[in-house]
């Protein structure tokens, strides 16, 4: 990323969005419109002494909810531009409360709270679509017992967890005691392959589950062991199936084939047990877990649908972008 803000050919234009395309292939005219920052780039050095005098806090959304944040800050160190942002949603300084301990912290006075939204037209060539996916909110699925059971967590959750500047700072603790769990469950397919309705596969959550369990293990040699619950273990791209394999192959990693009718937390120690059928036996079990991670359904990004509008481009029946023809040539849309 910050080779791309670097590069003499790449402009980037942050906190903007496309809101109108007009035009054809090979002449096209994108309206853009891009939020206030409320940061002056230009003078902003990256210093972090607004932070620390803001009195704001919130959840950080890169970290998941699971770390605070302040009003004003850096997503992630290597955000680009490197310039601190204002989140004015969670800013005490309104029209009716003047706050403006940032702005007195400032030494270069790059703070701007008269930062105003801009509009302006880019001529291209082409548009790649590039929205990436969202998670499953897993509440909706209430045999899974996330947001009742506070050990229970989604993948990207436990990413941060494993993650050196998460909130954890990359050691495994339950929120319930801070302890390390004996035993983490990893359940595949959350929410895809006709569960909530959504008949396809989600593709990532295989390999993301045994990259997850095999980090967990370097983080705490300790862990007693990870499960992986699965419906078909599947290894969607050039050389992952050899990765799945090293995975599976590790000792303190056990696969079973087989999806959680329902997980029950233990009042008293928050621990959890899943009642599983394992369909290579056929017969029910069920496993005790001090943490358990759920891997969820890849779904379409929120504000999908408004953008197919604007560039004029169809979506697939459950939200996606639709190819123009599925085998030639694949990345085209149907503009």
């Not at 990893?186 to 396809?200: A, L, Q, T």
């Not at 943490?291 to 890849?298: F, G, I, K, M």
């Amino acid at each position: 990323m910050m080779d791309a803000g670097r590069h003499p050919r790449i402009q980037l234009h942050t906190l903007a969005e496309v809101v109108g395309l007009d035009g054809e292939a090979g002449a096209f005219r994108a309206r853009v419109r891009q939020r206030p920052r409320f940061v002056d780039p230009d003078r902003c050095t990256g210093c972090g002494t607004c932070t620390e005098a803001c009195p704001s806090v919130r959840p950080n959304p890169y970290d998941a909810g699971l770390k605070a944040a302040k009003a004003i800050d850096r997503p992630f160190p290597q955000a680009v531009p490197a310039a601190f942002h204002i989140d004015r949603d969670a800013c005490l300084n309104e029209e009716f409360l003047v706050c403006e301990r940032c702005v007195q912290a400032c030494e270069p006075g790059a703070i701007d709270f008269d930062d105003r939204t801009r509009h302006y037209d880019l001529d291209v060539g082409a548009v790649v679509v590039a929205t990436g996916f969202d998670e499953l909110d897993p509440t909706e699925l209430l045999a899974f017992g996330y947001g009742r059971a506070p050990n229970v967590m989604t993948g990207l959750e436990f990413e941060r967890l494993l993650c050196a500047t998460g909130p954890t700072r990359g050691h495994i603790q339950r929120p319930t005691d801070g302890a390390r769990p004996g035993r983490v469950v990893f359940v595949n397919c959350v929410g895809s392959r006709g569960e909530g309705g959504r008949p396809y596969c989600s593709r990532y959550c295989c390999l993301n589950s045994v990259k997850s369990a095999l980090l967990a293990h370097d983080h705490e040699p300790d862990l007693e062991e990870c499960v992986l619950l699965y419906t078909d273990m599947r290894a969607a791209g050039r050389g992952y199936d050899a990765f799945v394999e090293r995975g599976l192959g590790h000792e303190k990693i056990r696969h079973v084939h087989g999806r959680p009718a329902k997980i029950q937390e233990d009042p008293a120690t928050h621990d959890l047990t899943l009642w599983v059928e394992d369909t290579a036996t056929g017969r029910p079990t069920k496993i005790t877990a001090g943490r358990v991670v759920l891997s969820t359904a890849a779904i379409p990004a929120r504000g999908s649908a408004e953008l197919a509008d604007v560039l004029g481009v169809e979506l697939h029946p459950q939200g996606f972008y639709r190819r123009r023809d599925p085998d030639n040539p694949p990345a085209e849309l149907s503009r």
